[in-house]
């Protein structure tokens, strides 16, 4: 790195993420499913790749309702997976090399399969409250009007305990009441247990549904999630991030990444910073094509609605604080077949967006794949594979839809399902993922878009996102330079300026397919712009006269 003027330096910021959805990733034993020795053949490829942190979807024991989500027991490898000992092997494996491991941390609910929800269920008395229970009638009478992230209620009836559970996500996800002062010890045990083995942090998948109303009263129904103003940022919620820091986290030099519901970037200057969490990931910005509605409405990009949202927390969280980058991870469709074009130019569409990704203030998060440019699928029904693609698929033809073919377009757009279709490693057969039977579709263009091709290939995605990652380890400016939205009512171009000292540089990017005519004489003035780095070949570096952007052409100019 450079040398840079008192910035706030932290290895987590200076680090790009890539996330590795085990499943889906390498199948060492061509069971059709990604396994931890997968992985580990494959750390040399992502040490390549010039990653310096890995973020581990769940691996644990778990009956696999919502692919690991669903936690069975903490402290094991699900037999899927691998051992203990691979996953100690994959440790010391990424640490060898100078990369780091982050485990993903769910106890916003766990399996009912866990031995807790066991011994509850059977009304052992220490287990007795580890859940929200609740009286109701079997019949139709859950005990308040809370609605499920996957759809539905977010009640169950149980009949061995003859009450309600409430379950936030799937029905096999009770939620863990944290009132409770021993579900908090053991999940800090638990917590203490995974860093004492060396781990370098957590990512928290929703972490900020973990209190809730006391008494769990009914929520207003005004559309969208109904009650989640009783267990999103509950009554308790600081109590236990206070409680969590002090007794797991306090002293280690560890990265946190919060999964957080609607939070917004004022709301996450009080859960970062110092104490708090490293960086959250919100998801403000995956709404910017759903118009008014919700994940399954499909709608234009609105860019104007993603600058404010990008700008908002690039200002808030400027002085205290971190942003984490992403555009895609495994609940979300491929970047490029949704925010770029997955046609014509998806070369050019996914190293725009790389750029983009790669330019902004916070630690970029790449999701595997994404590397390579890889696209959405197409989906005929007996395909899905993924809880909340099938709940809605069979609430839309309950409530709405004549048949799947309505339904259709929605899931191929935005299903989770298109996340996490098995790595293309080659062209060969199930994209040398497996040599079995995949447990989900290889997408059919793997053999134009895979690893090997893009090795080949001087001009692919892969060398571009090489390239971006070798700059940003470079300059401290892509890392610690500030950000200031640069033409904020164009309707085509995201366009901002970075700055560092005596540093500055000119980030655009042309999110359409239209070829925009752009003037950055004011903020060039006479000074020569080097092209850094850009998705075209181009040559006027004479900013003084306005520039032509090809389509989804992106371009960085050092002005320094
Ligand atoms: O996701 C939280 C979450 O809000 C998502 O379920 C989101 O609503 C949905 O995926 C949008 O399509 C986390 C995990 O990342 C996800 O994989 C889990 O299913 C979920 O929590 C429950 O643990």
Request: aromatic share 12%; glycine share 8%; with cysteine.
């Amino acid at each position: 790195m450079t040398d840079a003027p008192d910035v706030d330096r932290e290895w987590w910021k200076e680090a790009v993420v890539y996330q590795v959805y085990p499943r889906s990733f390498n199948d060492s034993d061509g069971d059709g499913i990604g396994d931890i020795p997968g992985i580990v053949e494959k750390v040399d490829y992502l040490d390549e790749l010039g990653v310096d942190v890995v973020w581990l979807n769940p691996v644990y024991e778990s009956p696999m309702a919502d692919n690991g989500y669903d936690i069975a027991d903490y402290q094991s490898i699900h037999p899927e997976f691998g051992t203990m000992d691979d996953w100690e092997r994959l440790l010391q494996e990424l640490h060898d090399r100078d990369m780091r491991l982050i485990m993903d941390l769910v106890v916003n609910h766990t399996s009912d399969e866990h031995e807790w929800f066991v011994n509850s269920r059977e009304g052992d008395e220490q287990y007795d409250d580890y859940y929200h229970w609740q009286q109701g009638d079997a019949e139709d009478d859950a005990p308040n009007n809370w609605s499920s992230f996957f759809g539905g209620s977010a009640w169950s009836y149980d009949d061995e305990r003859g009450e309600y559970y409430l379950h936030l996500f799937d029905e096999k996800q009770p939620d863990l009441n944290w009132r409770n002062e021993d579900v908090r010890d053991e999940v800090f045990e638990m917590m203490n247990w995974w860093l004492e083995k060396g781990i370098d942090g957590f990512r928290m998948d929703v972490v900020n549904l973990i209190s809730k109303t006391e008494g769990l009263p009914d929520g207003a129904e005004v559309g969208g999630l109904t009650g989640e103003e009783h267990f999103v940022d509950g009554p308790n919620i600081e109590q236990y991030f206070e409680e969590m820091y002090e007794r797991t986290l306090e002293g280690r030099d560890v990265m946190t990444v919060g999964e957080m519901i609607n939070v917004d970037a004022d709301r996450a200057t009080e859960y970062v910073g110092e104490e708090g969490f490293s960086m959250l990931i919100h998801f403000e910005h995956m709404g910017v094509d759903t118009g008014d509605g919700g994940k399954w409405t499909l709608a234009d990009l609105d860019l104007g609605e993603l600058k404010r949202i990008i700008t908002d927390w690039q200002e808030t969280l400027a002085e205290e604080g971190w942003n984490c980058l992403y555009l895609s991870n495994h609940d979300q469709p491929r970047a490029v077949s949704r925010f770029g074009d997955d046609g014509e130019y998806r070369r050019e569409s996914a190293k725009m967006l790389a750029t983009f990704l790669f330019t902004l203030q916070g630690t970029p998060f790449v999701f595997q794949g994404q590397e390579i440019g890889m696209t959405n699928a197409d989906w005929d029904r007996q395909e899905i594979r993924d809880v909340e693609a099938e709940n809605h698929v069979d609430i839309a033809l309950d409530e709405w839809a004549d048949s799947y073919e309505d339904v259709r377009p929605q899931i191929e757009a935005r299903s989770r399902d298109n996340a996490r279709t098995p790595m293309q490693w080659s062209a060969d057969e199930n994209a040398g993922f497996s040599e079995g039977d995949p447990w989900i579709k290889v997408n059919e263009r793997h053999d134009e878009i895979n690893v090997e091709a893009a090795h080949e290939d001087a001009e692919s995605v892969w060398h571009f996102y090489r390239e971006l990652i070798d700059l940003r380890e470079d300059r401290d400016i892509f890392v610690y330079g500030d950000y200031e939205l640069l033409l904020p009512d164009h309707s085509e171009v995201f366009a901002y300026r970075r700055t560092l000292g005596d540093e500055e540089l000119l980030v655009v990017c042309n999110f359409f397919e239209g070829e925009p005519e752009l003037d950055l004489s004011e903020f060039a003035g006479d000074r020569e712009a080097d092209l850094l780095v850009g998705n075209y070949d181009a040559d006027d570096e004479n900013l003084a006269e306005p520039i032509r952007l090809r389509p989804y052409e992106a371009r960085v100019y050092d002005l320094s």
